[in-house]
């Protein structure tokens, strides 16, 4: 294959013209591979940086979509049922706790009010599924869509994740982001308040007098809840003229042995943990390191779900509102549906409340 080296137009263009051609004519299918970097140099005698500009474009449009390690792949991109269906379509990235349970019967109790059909799906914590899912609701004629989206790839660069979302905003189908959001897209959210939550919580452990105050969390900071809780632990340490140490931060993956280890060599008065389930594993690693909770670390957890009442210390915590959250996200969702359009994409934060329990209490030990 050749290009006009006369023409104008440039060269990364015209291989993402052509690629666009082949797609549509249906030499690659939904979800098949393109052919790989190397191969398309060769076959349109052009540079990997002219085809990776060609292929960048065309992940922007939502056409393809990488997976690092594997290649480039076809979206599918299904056209939208011709008929209205009055169903909307709730994506939650997993079940695994009360907290989706609550978000999803928010949502539900504003749809029935509505009239309206709505339709759950997991997308069980993998992309894969997340795009299989809005792809066959699209078939099925759903109208809006209500995602929880599971976490984006670590590598800033791959936008794979995007694409779905992109096909649906070509086909004017609207989305309303719950409890998290993906970066590099301007769609409507509503999430709780979590950088605010992390300030009131380490805002309390700082008027108790502690100040080495660390941060236990899970690995995926590219999560916007995540990244939004973090932020406003620097920020509470900030507000409080506390300067904070990269090695005050741990992460827990399921390794009680690291998690212990985190509290012999950094010795914290005091943790916020970014969920209750972190918070309820650095309390039983304290525990086995002969740490008294609250006189020997004090701990605060984020959600206030069952687990903050049930363990043996029960955890100070920062409360969302899942229900409320659910409803608002529906209340957003049908309003851009009477209207037929958004008036511009909108970010809701609902508040959070600090609930204080016997895991926090003045500073004692000496770090």
Same mark, same amino acid.
């Given at each position: /294959?050749?290009?006009?080296?006369?023409?104008?137009?440039?060269?990364?263009?015209?291989?993402?013209?052509?690629?666009?051609?082949?797609?549509?004519?249906?030499?690659?299918?939904?979800?098949?591979?393109?052919?790989?970097?190397?191969?398309?140099?060769?076959?349109?005698?052009?540079?990997?940086?002219?085809? %990776?500009?060609?292929?960048?474009?065309?992940?922007?449009?939502?056409? #393809?979509? %990488? #997976?690092?390690?594997?290649?480039?792949? =076809?979206?599918?991109?299904?056209?939208?049922?011709?008929?209205?269906?009055?169903?909307?379509?709730?994506?939650?990235?997993?079940?695994?706790?009360?907290?989706?349970?609550?978000?999803?019967?928010?949502?539900?109790? #504003?749809?029935?009010?509505?009239?309206?059909?709505?339709?759950?799906?997991?997308?069980?914590?993998?992309?894969?599924?997340?795009?299989?899912?809005?792809?066959?609701?699209?078939? &099925?004629?759903?109208?809006?869509?209500?995602?929880?989206?599971?976490?984006?790839?670590?590598?800033?660069?791959?936008?794979?994740?995007?694409?779905?979302?992109?096909?649906?905003?070509?086909?004017?189908?609207?989305? #309303?982001? =719950?409890?998290?959001?993906?970066?590099?897209?301007?769609?409507?959210?509503? =999430?709780?308040?979590?950088?605010?939550?992390? /300030?009131?919580?380490?805002?309390?452990?700082?008027?108790?007098?502690?100040?080495?105050?660390?941060?236990?969390?899970?690995?995926?900071?590219?999560?916007?809840?995540?990244?939004?809780?973090?932020?406003?632990?620097?920020?509470?340490?900030?507000?409080?003229?506390?300067?904070?140490?990269?090695?005050?931060?741990?992460?827990?993956?399921?390794?009680?042995?690291?998690?212990?280890?985190?509290?012999?060599?950094?010795?914290?008065?005091? =943790?916020? &943990?970014?969920?209750?389930?972190?918070?309820?594993?650095?309390?039983? &690693?304290?525990?086995?390191?002969?740490?008294?909770?609250? %006189?020997?670390?004090?701990?605060?957890?984020?959600?206030?779900?069952?687990?903050?009442?049930?363990?043996?210390?029960?955890?100070?915590?920062?409360?969302?509102?899942?229900?409320?959250?659910?409803?608002? &996200?529906?209340?957003?969702?049908?309003?851009?549906?009477?209207?037929?359009?958004?008036?511009?994409?909108?970010?809701?934060?609902?508040?959070?409340?600090?609930?204080? %329990?016997?895991?926090?209490?003045?500073?004692?030990?000496?770090?």
């Amino acid at each position: /294959m050749s290009l006009d080296r006369s023409s104008a137009v440039p060269f990364y263009a015209q291989v993402r013209d052509a690629l666009q051609r082949q797609i549509e004519n249906g030499v690659y299918g939904p979800g098949q591979p393109i052919p790989t970097e190397l191969e398309l140099c060769e076959q349109y005698g052009v540079s990997r940086h002219t085809v %990776r500009q060609a292929l960048a474009k065309l992940v922007q449009e939502g056409v #393809v979509y %990488r #997976v690092p390690g594997k290649g480039t792949f =076809v979206a599918r991109q299904r056209p939208r049922a011709n008929i209205a269906t009055d169903t909307i379509t709730i994506i939650l990235a997993g079940v695994k706790d009360y907290f989706a349970l609550r978000l999803l019967e928010g949502v539900e109790a #504003v749809a029935t009010a509505e009239g309206r059909t709505l339709t759950f799906a997991n997308s069980k914590f993998t992309l894969e599924e997340q795009s299989r899912l809005i792809d066959e609701a699209v078939s &099925a004629g759903s109208e809006g869509f209500i995602i929880m989206p599971v976490d984006p790839p670590q590598l800033p660069e791959d936008e794979s994740h995007l694409a779905p979302f992109r096909a649906l905003h070509e086909l004017g189908i609207p989305v #309303v982001f =719950v409890d998290r959001y993906y970066d590099g897209l301007d769609f409507d959210a509503v =999430v709780s308040d979590n950088m605010g939550g992390m /300030m009131q919580a380490v805002a309390h452990l700082t008027e108790l007098g502690h100040k080495k105050i660390g941060f236990v969390s899970t690995d995926n900071f590219q999560t916007s809840s995540v990244s939004d809780r973090y932020k406003g632990y620097l920020a509470g340490l900030e507000e409080a003229g506390i300067r904070p140490s990269p090695l005050w931060v741990g992460l827990c993956r399921g390794d009680r042995e690291a998690l212990r280890a985190y509290l012999r060599e950094v010795k914290p008065t005091a =943790v916020v &943990a970014v969920n209750d389930y972190i918070a309820a594993e650095v309390l039983r &690693a304290a525990r086995e390191e002969g740490l008294e909770v609250p %006189r020997d670390l004090a701990i605060v957890g984020f959600d206030d779900s069952d687990v903050a009442r049930l363990v043996e210390v029960p955890l100070t915590t920062v409360k969302q509102f899942a229900d409320e959250m659910g409803k608002a &996200a529906a209340r957003r969702l049908l309003q851009i549906l009477r209207r037929g359009k958004a008036d511009g994409p909108r970010r809701v934060l609902m508040p959070t409340e600090l609930v204080v %329990r016997a895991s926090t209490g003045p500073r004692v030990r000496t770090p």
